[in-house]
């Protein structure tokens, strides 16, 4: 039986490594969103990362999961491990997904879900007192997490109320 309580801090570390860069995307808009990929495209013609993935979601998600580690009781240089693998993951998911032609910002829930938060949960499995049991729990959960959201961005719209919003502004 895995230990909940264990899971709930991995999850809350995979939240900020995953939440905190599209909230700081959305507060600062194009603000401070130099690419990743510095703009590399490879022969074919596609950016190797794409448009959104930036240095500022990169930093934002390391520094978020380091703050939110020594929130937790963990230190923050474990935060920043935790951050960074995640971010690494999923860039590397990202250009793989630009190498089978799948569109930059087109979500695909459990493809993008699965590497971010297995390479992190992992690696860092003893510092972070997580058992076979508690990978597996907080995977399933996140995964489960991050459907949901999908399910609720696609019904709201890719940008949700903040953009309808807008639109509805503009449009009147």
């Not at 909940?4 to 600062?28: C, D, K, S, Y």
């Not at 380091?66 to 923050?76: E, I």
């Not at 979500?107 to 699965?114: I, M």
């Not at 007192?129 to 399933?140: C, F, R, T």
């Amino acid at each position: 039986m895995p230990d909940m309580g264990t899971v709930a801090r991995a999850l809350l570390l995979l939240g900020a490594a995953n939440a905190l860069p599209w909230l700081a995307g959305r507060i600062l808009g194009a603000r401070l969103s130099w690419p990743l990929d510095f703009g590399v495209a490879l022969p074919d013609g596609a950016r190797l990362l794409g448009q959104h993935k930036t240095i500022r979601g990169f930093l934002t998600g390391i520094l978020g999961c380091a703050l939110t580690a020594a929130v937790l009781g963990f230190s923050w240089q474990l935060g920043m491990e935790f951050g960074a693998l995640s971010m690494l993951a999923d860039a590397v998911t990202s250009s793989l997904k630009r190498r089978l032609g799948v569109a930059p910002g087109t979500g695909s829930p459990l493809v993008d879900s699965v590497p971010e938060a297995v390479v992190p949960l992992v690696v860092l499995r003893a510092p972070l007192g997580l058992g076979a049991a508690e990978i597996a729990a907080a995977l399933v959960a996140f995964m489960l997490l991050d459907l949901a959201r999908s399910i609720l961005e696609s019904r709201l719209g890719r940008g949700g109320v903040r953009q309808r919003e807008v639109r509805c502004r503009v449009n009147s």
